[in-house]
Structure formats: structure tokens, C-alpha cells
């Protein structure tokens, strides 16, 4: 059986053109300004050439991109049609003969000559002796005359990295039972994960696609901070991914795909504390984030103004483990934990200075009291300004802030 190539030139964005050029092959060379790839076998699911011209074509106008497609039995032909005609065809020697002489990419002086003797196709260049040729302009000129006969000897050579690896199962009837969906996801991906470790890469990120019984999809794309292959961990991950946002109908197709990242390095030592392991941890987020919602949970950024509440919390982020510091650098801090929500308070005022404070959970006498505070940095919000603060010592030791709006009194937090 006889090779067969493909070449598809466009001004289009390379990883478009790559994806065109995926749904039919494997192995695939960018060339710059297009892809060549090997179409050889495509015969059997396709047919003709020119079924596979016409499928190529169907693919690109449906991507919208613009570009010429050839399909020929030698690479070199396939580059030289499509990068000298637009349109799309499967290369013949007639239709090679009626492409121009400049299409060889031959020097500048050599096409002058060629020109002045009215050659302008290479139908007028085979009509010259090769030896003639040959010998006029040396025997290099032979990789030409072989392009011109439709006998280049350009080698596809592959030379895309791999970035990823897929897997996808359809299903003969449309799958309801949860659990039973993520069995075959987890079969999904020991497939992938067993493929991403001949690679000798992990995976930071997956994405599952699960085709519906309407024809659409339902995607989800999970990214974790560290590369890691433990199935039993992905397994519960995706698990509280779907299960928090359920497909509205049955599933017809699963599709698990695995993006490459290089694998973590990690140094073990004797002395070493133990520490929580990253996996543990980002199970343990997600659960919470299960239960209270995303934006409940996260790592605490404190925000650079005056406000009753002057943090927000980062729902994307894990701390580092590298937060500890040397005993050099410990200062002394003074931390505030807010009360969600404020414990509603009876405050006890006497020639204006606060004296007690009673709450359903503690209760005192005031000993000293710093305020009112009430600037704010969000100065257009009106409301910022109705509430007053104090922070105030009770006999107890403790020390609290408490807040005033209208005739309401509220401990908002405690200092640690």
C-alpha cells in the first residue's frame, strides 16, 4: 500500500491547525506556516483522496479557518500544491505540471534565466533533458528535478510534544447512577495515568467530559497546586467535583483527559517534621468548600484599608508550607478573630465612657477602651460611616472590639 500525506497552509494559529490536523493522525510535523501530516490508512475509514481532501476541508470550514489542503503519495508534493495554489485537491502529475516554475523555490537568478526562456510551468522545465540540467547547474539541482517528477524525497519527521493524553468510552445505554459513573471514570483514568507515567510526567491538571443523552456536554476541569498520579486521591477529587454539580441528565460518553507536568521533586530526610501531605490537605479543602461553599473557604489576604472587616479570603489558593519563620524574625503580633456573626451585646454608658458589657457568652466590667474609631478607606459608601467602633479591655483579661449602629451594640471580635 502506498503512503499517503497531507498539508494544510494557513495564517491560522498553530495549536488550531494542530487540532485539525489530530482528528486525523498521529504523526504530524509543523512546518511554520502549516502542518504536514501522514493520512496513510484513512483510505479504509474515509476512502478515496479525495474523500479525505473533502473530510479535511469539512474540518477547517467548521473551525473557521481559512488555508489550502493537498493530499499527495509524496510529502514534497503535498508542501509544493499547497503552498502554491489555494484551495483544496489531491496533487496528480497534471496538476503538478500547471504549477509555476517559482513555486520550486529555486534562486532568484536561475528563475531569471528559466523566465527569459519562457519557462513558467514545470510542464515547460520537464521538457528540458535532465542531463542538461544537471549539468548546467549541478547535481544538486537533481533534488529538484525529482520535485518536479513528483518524487521529493522530503521525510515527515514528527516533532510535536506530546502535552497531554485522552481516553473516551461510550456507552451503549445512558448511565443515571452516580457511582457507577465514577467507576468508569476511575477505569478512565488508570488508562491515562498509566500513559502519562510511560512519559515518565504526572498531572496537575484533568478535565472530564461527559457527553448527555440532548447531545451536549457537561465539562469540568480540576487543577490541584502539585503533580501527582494517585488515583485513589483523583478518584475523590472529581468525585466532590461532580457530585457538588451534578449533570442534569443521563450520561452517554466519558471522556478523561490528562495534561503533562513535570513530577515533583521531593528530599525526605530523618530529622525531618511530619508535616500533612498536600493530598490530604486539598481533600480536607474541598470537603469543607463542599460543605460551606467556595467563597467560605480559602487562605485570608489581608487587604491594605480600614474596614470592619480589612481581609478576604483567596478560595483559589493553599497555603504554601513555607510560612514558618526563624526565631530571629518572629515579632510579637496582635491578631483579631472575628465573630460570625457579631455577638449582639448590652453596653453599659455612663457620662460617656463605656463601663460593662454583657453578651450570651461572657459578660464584665470595662477597665480600659480605646475609640471611637470611625474612619473607613471606602469614603463613597455611606453606610461605613453609620458604625462606630471601640476596643476595650474587661476585667476578665480579655480584649475585645465592639461596634455601635444606631442603638445596636455588637462584640465583632476578639484580639489573641
Known amino acids: 500500500m502506498s503512503r499517503l500525506y497531507a498539508c494544510i497552509i494557513s495564517d491560522s494559529e498553530r495549536p488550531d491547525l494542530v487540532a485539525i490536523a489530530e482528528s486525523f493522525a498521529y504523526r504530524i510535523e509543523w512546518l511554520g506556516d502549516g502542518v504536514l501530516f501522514e493520512t496513510s490508512g484513512l483510505e479504509k475509514l474515509i476512502g478515496t483522496p479525495e474523500a479525505i481532501v473533502a473530510k479535511i476541508s469539512e474540518a477547517l470550514a467548521a473551525a473557521a479557518i481559512k488555508g489550502n489542503v493537498a493530499v499527495a503519495e509524496n510529502a514534497a508534493s503535498a508542501m509544493l500544491r499547497a503552498r502554491s495554489r489555494r484551495g483544496a485537491a489531491v496533487v496528480t502529475d497534471e496538476r503538478l505540471n500547471r504549477l509555476p516554475v517559482r513555486s520550486l523555490g529555486i534562486e532568484n537568478d536561475t528563475l531569471d534565466v528559466f523566465s527569459a526562456l519562457g519557462f513558467a510551468s514545470l510542464r515547460d522545465l520537464k521538457r528540458v533533458p535532465e542531463h542538461e540540467l544537471i549539468a548546467r547547474y549541478g547535481p544538486e539541482f537533481r533534488a529538484v528535478l525529482d520535485l518536479v517528477n513528483n518524487k521529493g524525497k522530503y521525510v515527515l519527521t514528527p516533532n510535536l510534544k506530546q502535552e497531554f493524553v485522552n481516553w473516551r468510552y461510550p456507552l451503549d445505554f445512558p448511565v443515571l447512577d452516580f457511582e457507577q459513573l465514577i467507576f468508569i471514570v476511575r477505569h478512565g483514568l488508570e488508562r491515562v495515568f498509566e500513559e502519562t507515567d510511560r512519559y515518565g510526567l504526572r498531572t496537575e491538571r484533568l478535565g472530564i467530559t461527559l457527553g448527555l443523552e440532548s447531545g451536549t456536554t457537561r465539562d469540568y476541569e480540576i487543577k490541584v497546586s502539585f503533580p501527582t498520579l494517585d488515583i485513589k486521591f483523583w478518584s475523590k477529587i472529581i468525585s466532590l467535583r461532580i457530585n457538588s454539580d451534578p449533570p442534569p441528565e443521563g450520561i452517554t460518553s466519558v471522556e478523561v483527559t490528562s495534561h503533562f507536568t513535570r513530577p515533583r521533586t521531593a528530599q525526605k530526610s530523618l530529622y525531618a517534621t511530619t508535616s500533612l501531605e498536600p493530598e490530604n490537605l486539598l481533600l480536607t479543602v474541598t470537603k469543607i468548600k463542599k460543605l460551606i461553599g467556595d467563597e467560605n473557604a480559602g487562605v485570608p489576604v489581608v487587604l491594605d484599608q480600614r474596614?470592619?472587616?480589612?481581609?478576604?479570603?483567596?478560595?483559589?489558593?493553599?497555603?504554601?508550607?513555607?510560612?514558618?519563620?526563624?526565631?530571629?524574625?518572629?515579632?510579637?503580633?496582635?491578631?483579631?478573630?472575628?465573630?460570625?456573626?457579631?455577638?449582639?451585646?448590652?453596653v453599659v454608658v455612663s457620662q460617656k465612657r463605656l463601663m460593662y458589657i454583657r453578651t450570651a457568652k461572657f459578660s464584665g466590667k470595662v477597665v480600659e477602651y480605646g475609640g471611637i474609631w470611625i474612619q473607613s478607606a471606602q469614603w463613597w459608601n455611606a453606610a461605613n460611616w453609620k458604625t462606630e467602633e471601640w476596643d476595650v479591655e474587661l476585667e476578665n483579661g480579655g480584649v475585645y472590639q465592639i461596634s455601635r449602629a444606631g442603638n445596636d451594640w455588637f462584640v465583632t471580635g476578639e484580639y489573641d
Not at 483559589?316 to 503580633?333: N, Q, Y
Open 307 to 346: 474596614l470592619s472587616r480589612g481581609f478576604t479570603l483567596d478560595a483559589d489558593k493553599l497555603p504554601a508550607g513555607t510560612e514558618s519563620k526563624t526565631a530571629a524574625e518572629i515579632r510579637p503580633h496582635i491578631h483579631l478573630s472575628y465573630f460570625d456573626p457579631p455577638l449582639a451585646a448590652e
